[in-house]
């Protein structure tokens, strides 16, 4: 009996402390500072809401002969009237906007300029970046605007900030009216200091079913090229091969001092981003990503960042592989 006692009050100490270490993990998460003037619309975060959004919504603006009074009239019965934040205040930042932080980790937005802007007469564009007192750890576009007036076509891209999350929503709006490209939930791990892809839904295309992502790995094999000069003239060329996510082949000239590595493995972060981990002693100076937006490429990390310090990120030139 004096054992049972014992036992049972090992397992109600136990218990306890399971639930004050599960109770400090939440009290944890919710000590993220977020600041809230920035942290964009909580509307994107439904799905619900996501699901309304239809073909009804037209073009805000003076298009197909409308009036100024049907305009507000059509917006009115659109679900993305709705979305109340004011992202066009984006375009008024002049330097970096600390979000939020924890730990040693902080994660601030500034504007960018968009590498695959295409024709588009009018653009902006807002990026995300999470970094530590010595350098920027990661990063991710969460607002873009590209208007293409001939075109008659907006892209845009909508965010919502939430603690440790990070929703994104891509919306389509030309002559047909208003379609969702895609949405996804994207989650900061402030212990690395990395931003990873949790949930992703795209919509089809019902005019152009085909404008869906492929969902095998082929579209990645090519050769890509990449090369920059930094402040002292100093050239820095990636030279990538992917013969498929298992196969891969980085050449890197660094002022003329050459390393080659070889059969390494692809970290798929999303269906349009992968991770190279090429030198695993030089931790994140030997990790390099691919992002794929469209037809076009880009590549970024630590060593792309150092560079030139304050760009995260360049475009590659890609080449179908020799027969």
């Not at 330097?95 to 588009?120: C, H, M, R, W, Y």
């Not at 490209?181 to 990395?194: H, S, V």
């Not at 920059?228 to 000239?253: H, P, Q, W, Y």
């Not at 970290?267 to 691919?290: A, L, R, T, W």
Request: with cysteine; proline share 2%; hydrophobic share 35%.
């Amino acid at each position: 009996m004096k054992n049972i006692i014992i036992l049972l009050a090992f397992l109600s100490v136990f218990s306890c402390k399971k639930a004050q270490s599960d109770s400090e993990n939440l009290i944890t998460s919710k000590e993220i500072i977020v600041n809230k003037e920035w942290n964009g619309d909580s509307i994107i975060s439904n799905l619900n809401f996501i699901n309304t959004i239809n073909s009804s919504c037209k073009l805000n603006g003076t298009y197909f002969e409308r009036s100024e009074k049907q305009v507000v009239k059509d917006y009115a019965k659109c679900a993305l009237s709705k979305i109340m934040f004011d992202y066009s205040k984006l375009d008024s930042i002049k330097s970096d906007v600390l979000i939020g932080k924890q730990a040693s980790f902080a994660i601030f937005i500034k504007k960018t300029i968009p590498l695959n802007k295409g024709e588009a007469d009018l653009y902006s564009q807002t990026t995300l970046y999470v970094k530590n007192e010595k350098s920027v750890s990661d990063s991710l576009i969460i607002h873009q605007s590209l208007n293409f007036s001939e075109a008659l076509t907006v892209l845009t891209r909508y965010y919502y900030i939430d603690h440790d999350k990070i929703y994104l929503l891509d919306i389509a709006e030309d002559e047909s009216g208003s379609s969702v490209k895609k949405w996804e939930e994207y989650r900061i791990n402030f212990k690395t200091g990395k931003i990873k892809l949790i949930k992703e839904k795209k919509f089809v295309d019902e005019v152009n079913p085909s404008t869906i992502s492929q969902s095998d790995d082929n579209y990645w094999k090519g050769v890509y090229y990449f090369e920059a000069t930094n402040r002292d003239d100093a050239k820095t060329i990636f030279d990538i091969t992917i013969n498929s996510l298992e196969d891969i082949l980085v050449k890197i000239n660094d002022d003329d001092a050459k390393e080659t590595y070889l059969n390494i493995k692809a970290e798929k972060i999303n269906p349009d981003k992968i991770k190279i981990k090429y030198d695993s002693s030089e931790n994140e100076m030997g990790i390099i990503y691919i992002e794929k937006s469209g037809y076009n490429y880009f590549i970024s990390g630590n060593p792309i960042y150092f560079i030139n310090p304050g760009t995260n990120e360049g475009e590659l030139v890609k080449k179908k592989l020799p027969n």
